[in-house]
């Protein structure tokens, strides 16, 4: 697909993307801290992203896969009482659990596409790239990552880009941190 160069540029406009759609759709600051970017064997995704998320640890997470001429999955993860906090200001302290999910997948969906935006921008493509509809779970980030990562040796994906981005989302009293993942198939 590219050089290492042509994922830092690309990461770089996704990281903007991102930062504009989630701040917009939120209505507050929402910042993205790239801090890797790393080519590793699919079999190594629980030790890599485990640096960054507790693997023993439960997590609400959103999964989106990626389908078309760019392969992939954006996985987002925040602590469960975090995740918790940030849908009842979205909401406004609406309880129903289906809108609560549909509002973390929407985010998730949104994520994803400024992301393909940001590198559609940078590598200049012109083929399509579409998200799959967002999935939200609590669990294990481990158990997720394990399952990830056998999905991806089953679909004969050795080597993986992985990028990831710590999330630092400002509410009126505190802030939410997460991490989101991309995980590129080479």
């Excluded at 997590?59 to 392969?71: E, N, P």
Aim: proline letters at 4%; aromatic letters at 10%.
């Amino acid at each position: 697909m590219g050089t290492t160069r042509t994922f830092e540029e690309a990461l770089k406009f996704a990281q903007s993307e991102c930062q504009t759609a989630l701040t917009d759709f939120l209505g507050t600051d929402v910042e993205f801290h790239p801090i890797e970017w790393i080519e590793c064997h699919a079999d190594e995704l629980l030790s890599v992203v485990g640096q960054f998320v507790g693997v023993e640890e439960v997590y609400r997470a959103i999964v989106v896969g990626v389908y078309g001429d760019l392969q992939g999955y954006l996985v987002m993860f925040f602590p469960v009482k975090e995740a918790e906090e940030l849908v009842a200001y979205i909401l406004d302290g609406e309880s129903d659990p289906e809108i609560q999910e549909s509002v973390l997948a929407e985010i998730g969906n949104l994520t994803t596409a400024r992301l393909l935006m940001g590198f559609s921008k940078a590598i200049k493509t012109n083929g399509e790239a579409l998200p799959t509809p967002p999935q939200t779970q609590v669990d294990f980030s481990g158990s997720l990552l394990q399952s990830l990562s056998a999905l991806l040796l089953s679909q004969g994906q050795v080597k993986v880009f992985h990028s990831v981005w710590k999330l630092q989302i400002q509410l009126p009293e505190g802030s939410v941190n997460g991490t989101a993942h991309f995980f590129l198939p080479m």
